[in-house]
């Protein structure tokens, strides 16, 4: 008689902070896996917190009120299946991120993460104390599982060890944050370790998260490396999934496909404003609205993200703003549905030249003036924001971020931005993108909601007469080539130079990206979508003379 483990993957959206809230929705999960009679329910990394928590983890109550709604939780699973859980656990003085199992109405084991990623956007081993001692392994339905928790398998220390110790098949709970490589790098990684045989369950959480968006992508591996996909990315839910014990086999009538390029990269985009929005329970977003592409694809994945009666796209022109501009931020917003009007900013540009005119006497227009007009704008949108509460949404790129091609409490001024991980090229290939494809679970209309002329007029912040970006910057292309190398890369200026780059613009870009380091200290946040954004993964200082001589 072949002994079989029946669980039930969960694939939820926790909130950071909300323990009350992520225990409703453990309670949900566990209802459903007692009504279809499951013998165990898994829930991810730190679910009961939520993840990442970082620097709250550091606060003992928040600890405590997880480590109770945990034991809460455990009394319910009496005569009902197991658990595993993910919670901060305080013991004998150290702080663990651990994998909780109930059984039996009551806390019958406990897995405390070993491998503490430091990395990145990772900063777990300033909060956390990795575990210790002996690797538990659990008897489950006669089977013997192990645990590991998310960076624990990115190595090979920990799934070695458990299958030494006996574990016939492993359960991951994992907090592991989406980018664009990261499937290929998640089966990749694992690979080496599946050597051993020991067939692993991985269950993620999904949802934004600040500067991160989970996937999900919840699957299964088995003894000889056949993978079962039992839910997709960027949707919650739950899967039934069987373990039989004598063939090492997972079985499972779910089936799900994962996205891929331009889909997922726009899904993800959509999540994390959505989520960013919602947690923090704003009404709805607010943004400038320019003619330009990257207002109209943020325009975009906001409506998409909210629905079309949550977003409210204001343009804001003055005198060197170009009728097409008008025209084409009107037929934008209008394609999206969203709520749209105009406030000229042409009476405030007058009164401060009014009001600066004795000082500026005598002095030639230059960047302050333009500089004017955009914290004009800002001023405008956080007037709309404050008296009806909606977010602003600003909606520059990486490729201006980067070399500070963008006004400090002017069109840097916001709550989010959707773009920020987002070089400019990217962005005119999402935009061309949206326009043929309605991404799953997008709130949106299909078709062309980006007019054609916005993705193919030449790209101008219209601060001055016949502005355009490439008076300062050299061809997006050329420059995010030479911003992928300094950025992603951190690749040397000689590096750089040997793909065919002229050398004053290379040192130039390079100067400018180290100059406007203060500028992005101050930048709102966005998601992560690349292999190395701006925030959580590059810290450097601002005062900095190094140059790559």
């Not at 928040?62 to 939780?73: C, F, G, N, P, T």
């Not at 370790?193 to 369950?201: A, E, I, M, N």
């Not at 500026?360 to 008296?387: H, W, Y």
């Not at 999402?430 to 679970?441: E, I, M, S």
Request: charged fraction near 25%; glycine fraction near 10%.
């Amino acid at each position: 008689m072949s002994k079989n483990l029946n669980i039930l993957v969960a694939q939820l959206n926790p909130v950071v902070g909300d323990i009350n809230g992520n225990l409703t929705l453990a309670r949900e999960a566990y209802a459903e896996a007692a009504d279809k009679g499951v013998d165990l329910l898994v829930l991810s990394e730190l679910f009961i917190l939520g993840y990442p928590a970082e620097d709250l983890v550091l606060k003992p109550a928040a600890v405590d009120l997880s480590m109770r709604a945990v034991q809460e939780l455990a009394v319910e699973t009496s005569g009902g299946p197991a658990v595993i859980i993910g919670s901060p656990w305080l013991d004998g003085g150290k702080r663990h991120n651990s994998a909780v199992l109930l059984q039996h109405g009551k806390v019958a084991g406990r897995y405390d993460k070993r491998e503490l990623p430091n990395y990145g956007v990772f900063d777990e081993k300033r909060i956390f104390d990795p575990g210790e001692g002996p690797l538990p392994v659990f008897e489950l339905n006669g089977i013997q599982v192990g645990i590991a928790i998310c960076e624990d398998i990115w190595h090979p220390r920990v799934p070695s060890a458990l299958a030494e110790a006996g574990a016939e098949m492993l359960i991951v709970p994992n907090g592991s944050p989406w980018r664009r490589t990261v499937q290929v790098e998640r089966h990749t990684s694992f690979s080496a370790w599946t050597k051993t045989g020991v067939p692993y369950l991985f269950v993620n959480q999904v949802g934004g998260q600040d500067e991160l968006v989970f996937d999900g992508a919840s699957y299964a591996v088995d003894f000889d490396g056949t993978e079962h996909q039992l839910l997709g990315d960027f949707v919650t839910g739950t899967a039934l999934v069987t373990f039989d014990g004598e063939t090492h086999q997972f079985s499972s009538d779910a089936k799900a496909e994962l996205t891929s390029g331009w889909e997922a990269e726009y899904r993800a985009a959509v999540m994390a404003l959505g989520d960013y929005v919602n947690k923090n329970r704003f009404p709805g977003v607010v943004l400038g609205m320019s003619g330009g592409i990257d207002s109209a694809l943020t325009a975009a994945i906001a409506v998409d993200a909210l629905g079309a009666d949550r977003v409210w796209c204001v343009m804001l022109p003055s005198k060197y703003t170009s009728s097409d501009s008008l025209e084409d931020a009107k037929r934008c917003a209008e394609a999206l549905g969203a709520k749209y009007d105009t406030i000229n900013i042409r009476p405030g540009v007058d009164a401060l030249d009014e009001m600066l005119a004795e000082q500026f006497e005598g002095t030639t227009p230059d960047t302050t003036e333009e500089n004017i007009q955009s914290r004009l704008r800002a001023v405008t949108l956080m007037a709309l924001s404050n008296k009806f509460g909606h977010m602003v949404v600003t909606t520059g790129n990486k490729s201006e971020m980067a070399v500070g091609y963008a006004t400090l409490y002017g069109d840097m001024c916001g709550g989010y931005n959707a773009l920020k991980d987002f070089w400019k090229t990217e962005v005119f290939e999402l935009a061309r993108w949206r326009n043929t494809a309605l991404p799953k679970g997008a709130l949106g209309p299909g078709g062309e909601v980006i007019p054609m002329r916005i993705i193919t007029k030449p790209p101008s912040a219209e601060l001055r007469e016949d502005q355009k970006d490439q008076d300062s910057l050299p061809p997006y292309d050329v420059l995010d080539d030479i911003l992928r190398g300094l950025v992603e890369g951190e690749e040397d200026v000689d590096e750089i130079l040997a793909r065919g780059h002229d050398a004053s613009t290379v040192r130039r870009i390079e100067h400018l990206l180290y100059v406007a380091e203060y500028k992005r200290r101050q930048a709102p946040p966005g998601a992560k979508v690349g292999g190395k954004n701006f925030g959580r993964d590059r810290r450097y200082p601002i005062t900095n003379r190094f140059r790559d001589d």
